[in-house]
C-alpha cells in the first residue's frame, strides 16, 4: 500500500493550495481517508475526514468553512482544496488511510510521506 502526498508549496495568505492523495495498493473504497497536519516539535493534527464512498464529510474548526476535502474512488485520489489560508495553517500535510470508519484521531492504517505547506503573511 501506497499514499503519495502532493500539491503543497508556498502561498500567500489569503491565497489557496490543492492538495492530492494518491493511492495504491489497495481498493480505496473500502477506505475512509483523512488529512492531518504536523507543526514544527508537535504530534499530529486532525484536518479532515471523509468516508469511505465520500457521503460524509468532518473537518477541524480551525479550518471549517475554508478548506473542502474531496475524493475519487475511481481515479484511487483524495483531495484537499484549501482556500483563504492563513500563516498558521503551514504545516506538513499528511493523508491517510483507515479501513474502519472515519475518525478525527490519529489512528490510521497507512500514511502518506507528507507534504509542505508553507504560507506567508
Known amino acids: 500500500v501506497q499514499l503519495q502526498a502532493s500539491g503543497g508549496g508556498l502561498a500567500q495568505a489569503g491565497g489557496s493550495l490543492r492538495l492530492s492523495c494518491s493511492a495504491s495498493?489497495?481498493?480505496?473504497?473500502?477506505?475512509?481517508m483523512g488529512w492531518f497536519r504536523q507543526f514544527p516539535g508537535k504530534g499530529r493534527e486532525f484536518v479532515a475526514t471523509?468516508?469511505?464512498?465520500?457521503?460524509?464529510?468532518y473537518y477541524a474548526d480551525s479550518v471549517k468553512g475554508r478548506f473542502t476535502i474531496s475524493r475519487d474512488n475511481a481515479k484511487m485520489t483524495m483531495d484537499l482544496q484549501m482556500n483563504s489560508l492563513k500563516p498558521e495553517d503551514t504545516a506538513i500535510y499528511y493523508c491517510?488511510?483507515?479501513?474502519?470508519?472515519?475518525?478525527?484521531?490519529?489512528?490510521?492504517?497507512?500514511w502518506g510521506q507528507g507534504t509542505l505547506v508553507t504560507v506567508s503573511s
Open positions: 491517510a488511510a483507515r479501513s474502519r470508519p472515519a475518525t478525527s484521531t490519529p489512528d490510521y492504517d497507512y
Open positions: 471523509i468516508t469511505k464512498n465520500g457521503t460524509y464529510k
Open positions: 495498493g489497495l481498493t480505496l473504497s473500502t477506505y475512509s
